[in-house]
């Protein structure tokens, strides 16, 4: 009988030996933490961009006021004809690399401010998708110059102009380690003979870098004096030009006129002749359908004239008037509660505006 007892035990226990080393899962050993390439590294992060992830083609053309963690997009200078130029990128992965809590960039904006917790190991794949940028030809540095002159060289030194942008996303999911005889299933591996799974789908979010020019690099790059001279000169120029070319127009009008009337006298003489007549000639006959026929090209020419001088005039007129007055352009200025204000000129950017709308800054009247 003992005999007996002692076969069933040593029974159960190689049943039991046999299960466990049945559960035995051989995985390879993964590395954890590679860092960021350097490429990626050095790029420009700021956070309070983000809300631009679904339009970074209208990031690129701002002018941002970046004060401590605080950054505030003032306005925008694209010239109205040159959109920025928008690729859709389909480069391979950037990065993809298991990370743990000791990774250098754990919790960064850089990778979509994703925080590891201790015991979790996160799988993480960095793609760029998306790129914006101005180029030189584009960028309205007479605009600038004149926005400038009105801003206080403390705002001038923090305020910097969008010239690209790139748009990148960030794809995440959480491992977490197994503990003791706990059912494992989904996507597994080991670390340092530690065992992590998750059954978690990858979590999609976006990250924006920008190529950032200081507002005073960019205004040394050109002496706005001279382009804001220049373009004066120019204005002045053209609208001298269309004086000019609207008084001709006048003056072939005038002539037009007085070749209609001399042709529609002539007509009149012809028919009192004919009607005074007894004997209508085929001569003059003749002369009375050359004759209407030089008054209908001459009513034509009249006013073709007429239409051009109108033309000119009101090119004259639009000229002047834009000579004697600035250049407007139209200003959004956005804080991050997502107040809106509209202004057609930085002449009207007052300090009790800007404090309405939440900024920190001081601005110089001229």
Do not use: W
Not at 43 to 72: E, H, P, S, Y
Not at 178 to 199: D, K
Not at 254 to 261: F, G, I, M, S, V
């Amino acid at each position: 009988m003992l005999i007996r007892i002692i076969l069933v035990v040593l029974l159960l226990s190689g049943y039991e030996a046999n299960a466990q080393s049945s559960r035995k899962i051989k995985l390879t050993p993964v590395t954890v933490g590679f860092d960021l390439p350097e490429s990626y590294k050095q790029r420009t992060f700021i956070k309070g961009l983000a809300g631009f992830v679904n339009k970074i083609d209208q990031l690129v053309g701002t002018m941002i006021l970046v004060d401590g963690n605080k950054t505030t997009v003032l306005t925008r200078f694209v010239k109205q004809d040159k959109p920025p130029v928008v690729t859709a990128s389909t480069s391979d992965v950037i990065y993809n690399s298991k990370i743990d809590s000791r990774f250098k960039f754990n919790g960064a904006y850089s990778i979509a401010s994703t925080k590891i917790e201790k015991d979790n190991i996160y799988e993480i794949i960095l793609t760029d998708v998306g790129y914006a940028f101005l180029p030189e030809d584009y960028i309205p540095y007479l605009e600038i110059c004149r926005a400038a002159t009105n801003v206080a060289p403390e705002t001038r030194s923090k305020t910097f102009y969008v010239r690209s942008a790139k748009l990148t996303t960030v794809y995440t999911r959480a491992f977490q380690k197994t503990l003791g005889n706990t059912e494992i299933s989904g996507v597994v591996f080991s670390v340092g003979g530690e065992v992590y799974n998750t059954t978690d789908q990858f979590k999609l979010d976006y990250v924006v870098s920008v190529d950032l020019v200081s507002l005073e690099k960019l205004l040394s790059l050109h002496n706005c004096n001279d382009l804001i001279n220049n373009e004066e000169i120019a204005r002045r120029e053209r609208a001298e030009k269309a004086r000019m070319e609207a008084a001709r127009a006048e003056d072939e009008k005038k002539a037009k006129e007085q070749e209609a009337l001399y042709a529609k006298q002539q007509v009149e003489e012809l028919r009192r002749t004919l009607s005074e007549s007894l004997v209508r000639t085929v001569e003059m006959q003749c002369q009375l359908q050359e004759a209407q026929e030089r008054e209908r090209k001459a009513l034509e020419q009249l006013q073709s004239a007429i239409k051009l001088a109108d033309d000119m005039t009101a090119k004259a007129q639009a000229a002047q008037q834009n000579m004697e007055s600035k250049e407007e352009i139209i200003l959004t200025f956005k804080n991050k509660e997502g107040k809106v204000l509209e202004i057609k000129s930085l002449d009207e950017l007052s300090e009790e505006k800007l404090r309405e709308l939440g900024f920190d800054v001081e601005i110089l009247k001229r």
